[in-house]
Structures are given as structure tokens and as C-alpha cells.
């Protein structure tokens, strides 16, 4: 199943990469004006209080600071991930990480 990442970063290449790797790429906007399940929201400043119309069960967490949001369901919840000052592919080797370690958490 394809994975959506909402991106609200500058630049093609990241989504090229993101692309490349099979993920459903959308702008952060879109997520949240049609409020559609996205898998992971990839940002480059972390503003928690900015994301949370993005999808209700939103389990924020920044890479340096962990959870700062109690789980709300039993659905999955999107990971947010700060990715300041990271190239491509530390981006989707951090994201597909993150999936990873999400799938065996729930």
C-alpha cells in the first residue's frame, strides 16, 4: 500500500527522492484542506500548534525532542518528523525508519 507524506519543505529533489521510493507526495495545504490520511509530515521548522488540523490523530514527534502528543486512537498515527538541514536521502532513510518502527509498534 502506498504511503502519503505531506511536505511543507522547498525543493524537488526531496520530492523526487520521496517519489523515487514509491511514497504519494502531497503539499502540507492539501493535506489539510481535505483532511486525507497522510503516513508521515515531513517539516522543516517544527511548530507543532500549526499541524494539528492536518489529521485529528496526529502523534507529533520532533527526531531531538520526542512525542508531544498522547496517543488519541487506535489508528496509525502520522509521524511528523523535522528534517532541518537534512539531504534527501537522510530524509528517506530516517522516514522509512520511522514507518518501519511504527509498523511493529501498533
Not at 483532511?35 to 508521515?40: E, K, N, R, T
Not at 485529528?56 to 538541514?85: E, F, K, M, R, W
Not at 530524509?91 to 520511522?98: I, M, N, W
Amino acid at each position: 500500500m502506498t504511503k502519503t507524506i505531506a511536505i511543507r519543505a522547498p525543493g524537488t529533489e526531496l520530492r523526487e527522492a520521496l517519489t523515487a521510493r514509491g511514497y504519494q507526495v502531497i503539499e502540507l495545504t492539501e493535506a489539510s484542506r481535505t483532511h486525507c490520511h497522510i503516513d508521515a509530515l515531513l517539516l522543516t521548522a517544527f511548530c507543532p500548534e500549526n499541524i494539528t488540523s492536518c489529521h485529528q490523530s496526529l502523534d507529533a514527534s520532533d527526531i531531538a525532542i520526542g512525542s508531544v502528543y498522547p496517543a488519541q486512537d487506535d489508528l496509525p498515527h502520522t509521524i511528523v518528523l523535522n528534517i532541518t538541514g537534512m539531504y534527501p536521502e537522510q530524509v528517506v532513510d530516517s522516514l522509512e525508519r520511522h514507518l518501519r518502527h511504527r509498523r511493529w509498534s501498533h
